[in-house]
C-alpha cells in the first residue's frame, strides 16, 4: 500500500513539483534550473480568472447535485430494503456505459437539430430550435450529469443510517415536517452532504472532456489549460506549475471540508 | 391459547369499563379502533378508555399489538376504523405534532447531535417557548430525573440509564396530558430496571400525569400500573388492577400470561346452590363455586395459581381433596416447584414456600395430599 502510494501518487506529484520549477526549451523539453517565472505566468489575471471561473462551475454543480440528489437519495433510503436495493441499481447502472459514450449522447440530445429540440418543437414550446450545445449551459447539464451519482451515494449513506424513531421524536416533540427536516434530518446526514460535496466538487474544477465536448472549448477550465499547456503547447514546466496550483486548491477545500466535518459530526 | 379464544366473541366493551370510570371526563377514549397492515390486523376493534392521572399499562407478547396501539395513540398510524379521542378532542387525524402527548421511545431516540440541554429543550423549542422560560423548564425537568450536572454533555457519553432519563426529561418538559412509554426499561438490567420502576411510579404520583406504558414484562405491569390492559392478537382479553387481573383471570390467555396458571378443562355435573360439581376429563371430581357461572353452561375452563395448590404430607381438611404424586421437585430458592400427577393422571404445577430449612420437604416420588380451595378455582370461560 505504502510502495503503491509512493509510486503512483507521491513520485508523480513530485516530479509535477520539480517540473514546475524549470524552463521550456525551444522546442518543448524540459531545461532543469531554478524559476518561479511559471508561478509568476500562474498569477496572471487571464489563468486567476479561469481559476475563478472553474470554482464556479464546480461549485454551481455542486449545488444542483446537493439540490436534486438529496431528495433521491433520501427517498431511497426510506423504500423498502428490495426496493432500495434496486433503486441503487438504477443510479449505477450509468457507469456501466463508458463516460465519452454517454457524453457523446448528451450532444445528440442537446445538438440544434437533437432530441431536445425536435421534442420541443414538435409540442410547440419553442418555434425555433434552442442553441444549447456549446454554451455553459451544456457544461453545468454535463457536469451535472457526470457527478451526480457522486452525490447520491454518499447522501444515501448518512441516510440510511437515519434512524426512524429519530425523525418520530422530532415530531412527537411538536417539529412539523420542515423543522423536522432542519433540525434533524439535515444535520443528521451532513456528513453525507460534505463527503458528497467533496466528491463533485473537487473533480469537477479540474474536468476537462465535457468541457472540450460539450462547451466547446469556448470556456475554457483549468483543466483544458493544463491539457493544453502538456499537449499543445508543449509547455510542460508551466502545466506543471498550473497542476501543483491547482492540487494545493484541492487540498485547502479538502482541509476546509473536513474541519468542517469534524466539527460538526464530532 | 391465544387462537381458542379468537372465537369467543365477546371483548371487553367500553361499557364495561365505562361503569367502572367514576373519573367525571377520561383522558383518552379509544372507540372501536381497528388497525391493519396488509392483511395483517395489528389492532382489531379496540375500545378503551384511559383515565386521567392513571398509570395504565398495555401488556402482552410481542406482535399482540400493543405497540401498534400506542403509536395509534401518539400519531404514528392513522386508524383504519374507529376514533381517538384526547381530553373530549377527537384527535384520530391529528398529526403527532400536533398532539399533547408525548412518548418515552424504546430505544430513547436522543438526538445524537445535540447536547442533553438541548435534547430536552428541543419540544420547547419547538413550541416556540422564550429562552428565559425554556432554560428553567429544561433545569426542572433535568432536576427531577437527577440529570441536572450533565446538561452539557452529549448523548454518546452517558450510560443506558441515564439516556433514558433525558428521553423521560425530554418528554415530561412538554408537559403533555399524557404520556407515552414504550418499553422503555426493556434495554436496561435487572437491578437498574426495578430502580427506574419505583421512580417512574413516583414521577407519574408527582406530577399527576396519564401514564400509558407498554410492556411484555407482566412482573413490571403489575409493579407499577393503576390497570392493565392485557392484550392479545389485536384485542383486548381484560382490563382491570393488578390484583385483579392476576386473581380473577377472565380468560384462559389472562391467567396463562400474567404468572402461571393450571388451565383445567371443567364439565359441570351439577348446580347446588352457591357451588357445583364439575368433572375433569380424566374423572377427577371437584366443587367450584358457581357465583361466576353463567346459568345453562355445560363446561367451563378453570384456572389456578400454583401457589394456591395446597400440599401436604398429612390428610388436609380442604375441599377438593384428592391424593397425589410428586413427579418433579425444582428447588428456586424461595419457592419449591412441583410437577404433580394425580392418580386419574391430572397434571398440576404447585409452588410451596421454603419457609424454614428442610422441613417438610418434598421429594420426586412421594405421595401427598392436594386441596384446592374453592375460591381459588377461578372460571376464566364457560359454555
Not at chain 1, 493544463?226 to 484541492?250: K, S
Request: glycine fraction near 8%; proline fraction near 5%; charged fraction near 20%.
Amino acid at each position: 500500500m505504502v510502495l503503491w502510494l509512493l509510486a503512483f501518487v507521491v513520485a508523480p506529484a513530485l516530479i509535477l513539483l520539480v517540473y514546475s520549477f524549470c524552463e521550456r526549451d525551444e522546442v518543448g523539453g524540459v531545461i532543469f534550473t531554478f524559476s518561479l517565472e511559471n508561478f509568476r505566468r500562474v498569477l496572471d489575471p487571464v489563468y486567476l480568472r479561469i481559476f475563478a471561473r472553474s470554482m464556479g462551475y464546480a461549485g454551481l454543480t455542486t449545488l444542483i447535485c446537493v439540490v436534486a440528489g438529496y431528495p433521491a437519495a433520501y427517498f431511497i433510503s426510506r423504500a423498502e430494503p428490495r426496493r432500495r436495493h434496486q433503486l441503487l441499481l438504477l443510479v449505477m447502472v450509468p457507469f456501466w456505459t463508458s463516460f465519452l459514450i454517454r457524453t457523446y449522447a448528451w450532444i445528440t440530445i442537446l445538438k440544434q437539430e437533437g432530441l431536445l429540440n425536435g421534442l420541443l418543437l414538435s409540442f410547440n414550446v419553442v418555434s425555433e430550435p434552442l442553441s444549447l450545445l456549446y454554451t455553459p449551459t451544456a457544461v453545468i447539464i454535463g457536469l451535472v450529469y457526470a457527478y451526480l451519482p457522486f452525490m447520491i451515494l454518499p447522501i444515501y449513506g448518512s441516510a440510511e443510517k437515519l434512524d426512524q424513531s429519530l425523525i418520530e421524536a422530532a415530531h412527537d416533540l411538536g417539529a412539523g415536517p420542515l423543522r423536522a427536516f432542519s433540525s434533524v434530518i439535515i444535520p443528521l446526514t451532513l456528513p453525507g452532504i460534505a463527503a458528497g460535496t467533496l466528491l463533485v466538487f473537487v473533480p469537477a474544477i479540474g474536468m476537462f472532456a465535457i468541457t472540450d465536448l460539450m462547451g466547446g472549448a469556448k470556456v475554457p477550465m483549468i483543466g483544458n489549460v493544463i491539457q493544453n499547456q502538456f499537449l499543445q503547447a508543449r509547455d510542460w514546466p508551466f502545466g506543471a506549475a498550473l497542476g501543483v496550483v491547482f492540487m494545493l486548491l484541492f487540498a485547502v477545500t479538502y482541509a476546509l471540508l473536513q474541519r468542517r466535518g469534524n466539527r460538526l459530526t464530532g | 391459547m391465544a387462537h381458542e379464544l379468537r372465537g369467543e366473541g365477546t371483548p371487553p366493551t367500553i361499557d364495561r369499563l365505562g361503569g367502572m370510570n367514576v373519573h367525571p371526563s377520561p383522558m383518552i377514549e379509544i372507540r372501536g379502533v381497528t388497525k391493519r397492515f396488509g392483511a395483517f390486523t395489528a389492532v382489531d376493534n379496540v375500545s378503551l378508555v384511559i383515565r386521567t392521572g392513571e398509570f395504565l399499562t398495555l401488556l402482552g407478547p410481542s406482535g399482540c399489538g400493543k405497540t401498534t396501539l400506542l403509536r395509534l395513540l401518539a400519531g404514528f398510524e392513522t386508524p383504519d376504523e374507529g376514533s381517538v379521542l384526547l381530553d373530549g378532542q377527537d384527535v384520530t387525524h391529528l398529526p403527532p405534532y400536533r398532539r399533547s402527548v408525548n412518548q418515552v421511545f424504546q430505544s430513547y431516540a436522543l438526538f445524537p447531535h445535540l447536547s442533553v440541554r438541548a435534547n430536552v429543550g428541543f419540544g420547547l423549542r419547538m413550541q416556540s417557548v422564550p429562552a428565559a422560560e425554556a432554560d428553567g423548564r429544561i433545569v426542572e425537568a433535568l432536576t427531577m430525573v437527577s440529570l441536572a450536572d450533565q446538561a452539557d454533555k452529549m448523548p454518546h457519553q452517558l450510560s443506558g440509564g441515564q439516556r433514558q432519563r433525558v428521553a423521560l426529561a425530554r418528554a415530561i418538559v412538554c408537559r403533555p396530558k399524557v404520556l407515552l412509554l414504550d418499553e422503555p426499561l426493556s434495554a436496561l438490567d435487572a437491578k437498574l430496571r426495578y430502580a427506574m420502576q419505583l421512580e417512574l411510579k413516583h414521577l407519574q404520583r408527582k406530577l399527576g400525569l396519564t401514564f400509558v406504558f407498554v410492556t411484555h414484562d407482566q412482573e413490571e405491569a403489575l409493579a407499577m400500573s393503576d390497570r392493565i390492559a392485557v392484550i392479545n392478537a389485536g384485542r383486548i382479553e381484560q382490563v382491570g388492577g393488578a390484583m385483579e387481573i392476576y386473581h380473577k383471570p377472565r380468560t384462559a390467555f389472562a391467567a396463562d400470561f400474567i404468572g402461571q396458571a393450571n388451565l383445567l378443562n371443567a364439565s359441570i355435573i351439577a348446580r347446588n346452590g352457591a357451588t357445583a360439581r364439575v368433572r375433569l376429563p380424566d374423572g377427577l371430581e371437584l366443587t367450584i363455586s358457581s357465583t361466576a357461572l353463567p346459568a345453562g353452561a355445560m363446561s367451563a375452563l378453570l384456572s389456578i395459581r400454583p401457589e394456591k395448590v395446597c400440599i401436604s404430607k398429612q390428610r388436609l381438611d380442604t375441599e377438593n381433596l384428592f391424593e397425589a404424586r410428586i413427579e418433579e421437585e425444582t428447588f428456586q430458592g424461595a419457592t419449591d416447584s412441583l410437577q404433580l400427577v394425580t392418580d386419574q393422571g391430572t397434571r398440576l404445577h404447585a409452588l410451596v414456600a421454603n419457609e424454614s430449612a428442610m422441613q417438610e420437604a418434598f421429594h420426586e416420588g412421594d405421595r401427598v395430599w392436594c386441596g384446592l380451595h374453592l375460591d381459588d378455582l377461578v372460571i376464566v370461560q364457560a359454555e
